[in-house]
Antibody
Framework: QVQLVQSGAEVKKPGASVKVSCQAS????????MHWVRQAPGQGFEWMGM????????MYAQRFQGRVTMTRDTSTSTVYMDLSTLRFEDTALYYC???????????????WGRGTLVTVSS | DIQMTQSPSSLSAFVGDRVTITCRASQGIGSYLAWFQQKPGKAPKSLIY???NLQSGVPSKFSGSGSGTDFTLTISSLQPEDSATYYCQQYNNYPPTFGGGTKVEIK
């Protein structure tokens, strides 16, 4: 079954870090890019960045530069998103989303995880 | 960043109705537009890419059209299982950006 399975909900204090995982199954892990997109409560979707699984190369949205790190483990077909120096406004659902390698343009997302709720609370 | 504006923000229609959702980009994006569906507690589901290409496995009652700045998603005959929030996403310009969503409810 083609799916992305994400880790469970997290509660963190301001200033802490969180690491969310996303395990892919049912397809060739290294044939697609993997992205992270978040959705704050009552808000829209926000693209955070991406990782290219074969090489591990990454690209991050400017507003997360310096705070986010995306990594992958090809042996387990898992990608990780580490967000540091958490703030209250980082409370959101964090999704991993698979993107076909584009022939042109950028990326659209053809497969999504269910999301991981990260709550930042004192 | 390109702004994506969806309208309406919500709608209510009867089973069997034809439903149209509009997405407007703040500048031209060619045909680099995708639509996806989100139901509470479930993974978002890709419906359409490149403005009008149906994702594999998506029923043909869904269709997309448009290019440049104006796009539409149409559900030809609304069914109870189509109750969800629908989003557009542009992928012509960096960074990819999303519309604010249209919540579709059944009367």
């Amino acid at each position: 079954q083609v799916q992305l399975v994400q880790s469970g909900a997290e509660v963190k204090k301001p200033g802490a870090s969180v690491k969310v995982s996303c395990q892919a199954s049912g397809y060739t892990f290294t044939s697609y890019y993997m992205h992270w997109v978040r959705q704050a409560p009552g808000q829209g979707f926000e693209w955070m960045g991406m990782i290219n699984p074969p090489s591990g190369s990454t690209m991050y949205a400017q507003r997360f530069q310096g705070r986010v790190t995306m990594t992958r483990d090809t042996s387990t077909s898992t990608v990780y998103m580490d967000l540091s120096t958490l703030r209250f406004e980082d409370t959101a659902l964090y999704y991993c989303a698979r993107a076909p390698v584009p022939a042109a343009g950028l990326w659209y997302f053809d497969l999504w995880g269910r999301g991981t709720l990260v709550t930042v609370s004192s | 960043d390109i702004q994506m504006t969806q309208s309406p923000s919500s709608l209510s229609a009867f089973v069997g109705d034809r439903v149209t959702i509009t997405c407007r980009a703040s500048q031209g994006i060619g045909s680099y537009l995708a639509w996806f569906q989100q139901k509470p507690g479930k993974a978002p589901k890709s419906l359409i890419y490149s403005a009008s290409n149906l994702q594999s496995g998506v029923p043909s009652k869904f269709s997309g059209s448009g290019s440049g700045t104006d796009f539409t998603l149409t559900i030809s005959s609304l069914q109870p299982e189509d109750s969800a929030t629908y989003y557009c996403q542009q992928y012509n310009n960096y960074p990819p950006t999303f519309g604010g969503g249209t919540k579709v409810e059944i009367k």
